[in-house]
Structure formats: structure tokens, C-alpha cells
């Protein structure tokens, strides 16, 4: 399924629910297995219960983890905020065999943030299509970082580890020159409207085979 038409709110909000669905398909399939093999007494309950326990804990990390991305769930400050935003990430990011090292020098100053961060760290893991590692440096989050000072540092390592820019190539031409958005790149665009949307730039830089990257306000 696709659409050519990727200003069109209910197309792009289809596809995504479509990725999200096609995300979480495999845990939830596994809970339903799970609650059959529960009604057959030949099986290990034992066994059955740690499966049933594993998938529902991929589900929550999977609808906690867009949930605050592309979701309204939004973080109070003064709850340790940024806690609880690197726990959602770690747990998103270690199905996905990926590390994740979050070092804050500063509190998230808004759940724009919060998405801006969820967002890249959506797109780093595509980044890494075998796992590795990645770590984030919150430097300055005032939502006032203007004159294109860096608002987040970010270091991805890996194997085959690709980059955020090609990721998001396709979707940088004007609207009308755009290939079709699929679901498999409906986050992808959705990130890239909040990128537009806050006026952020990512910018690049490669040396010994990591990639660093810097989100800038303009």
C-alpha cells in the first residue's frame, strides 16, 4: 500500500497505523499462541507463561515507545524525565540488538524535544540494520538554540551502519516530486515533518567508521 498524496493527513496516518500494526504483529501473535498452549496440559505452563510474559513486554515497549514518539504522551517535568524517556529508549532499541548510551547535561526542556529525540533514534536504528551501539549527548534543550548551535550529539557504531541523510533523501524533495510514501516509510516521513516542523537540520559527519550526527535549530 502506498500514497502519492503525502500531504494528505488521513493516507499518511493509515500508513503508519499500517507500520505499526506490521510491528507489533509478531508479539501479539506470539501472546494469542501463547494463551492456546495454556489450554493444553501436555505443555510446560512454566514455559508457556515466560513466552506469554516476553511477548506482552515486546508489545508495551512497542505502543510506549510510539507513543511518546508520534503519540500525545507527553513527559511532566520535575518527574525525572529523562529517566524515563532513556528507559522507553533502551527498551525499544535492545530488541533491535542496539545499545544505548544517554548522557544529559541538561533536562529534555519539552516533549517537542522528546519526539525530536524518539524520532532520531527511530531512524538510527534503521540505521543499524544489524545492531550495535549508540550514544546520545544532550547538550543544550532550551527550545533557544538558534544560530544553528547543536541541540543533540549522537554517535551510531556498527556493522553495515548506514546513514540518516540517505534515510531521508528520498523524502526531501519538494512534495510534488516525491516518490510514493509506503508503509514501510511512513515513520520515516512523519519524522521528517517534525524535522520541518522545528526547523531541524541533521548534519553528518563520518570518521572511523562511526557516524556522529548534530541536530541543529535553525
Known amino acids: ?78 518527574l525525572q524525565e529523562n529517566e524515563i524517556i532513556k528507559r522507553i529508549a533502551t527498551d525499544f532499541l535492545s ?15 519539552s516533549n517537542e524535544w522528546v519526539r525530536l529525540l524518539l524520532g532520531t533514534l527511530y531512524l538510527a536504528a534503521k540505521a543499524l540494520p544489524r545492531g550495535g551501539h549508540i550514544s546520545v549527548n544532550m547538550v543544550k534543550l532550551d527550545g533557544n538554540a538558534g544560530n ?21 533523501a528520498p ?14 516509510n511512513a515513520l520515516v516521513e512523519l519524522i521528517q515533518l517534525q524535522y520541518r516542523h522545528s526547523g531541524v537540520e541533521i548534519v553528518e559527519k563520518w570518521f572511523e567508521r562511526r557516524l556522529y550526527l548534530e541536530l541543529r535549530m535553525s
Not at 148 to 168: D, K, P, Q
Request: charged share 20%; hydrophobic share 45%; glycine share 10%.
Open 95 to 109: 530488541r533491535k540488538n542496539i545499545a544505548l548510551h544517554l548522557t544529559s547535561q541538561t533536562r529534555l526542556a
Open 1 to 78: 500500500m502506498s500514497s502519492k498524496l503525502t500531504t494528505d493527513p488521513g493516507g499518511l496516518a493509515a500508513l503508519a497505523i499500517g507500520q505499526l500494526c506490521h510491528d507489533l504483529a509478531g508479539p501479539v501473535g506470539a501472546v494469542l499462541n501463547g494463551a492456546e498452549m495454556l489450554q493444553d496440559t501436555r505443555i510446560n505452563s512454566d514455559e508457556v507463561v515466560s513466552i506469554l510474559t516476553q511477548s506482552a513486554e515486546a508489545v508495551g515497549t512497542i505502543l510506549q515507545f510510539y507513543r511518546f514518539a508520534w503519540g500525545a504522551a507527553t513527559v511532566l517535568q520535575g
Open 148 to 168: 544553528g548551535e547543536a541541540a543533540l550529539g549522537i554517535v551510531l557504531e556498527g556493522e553495515r551502519c548506514g546513514s540518516l541523510r540517505e534515510l531521508l
Open 171 to 184: 523524502l526531501d524533495a519538494e512534495i510534488e516530486k516525491q516518490e510514493a510514501v509506503t508503509r514501510s
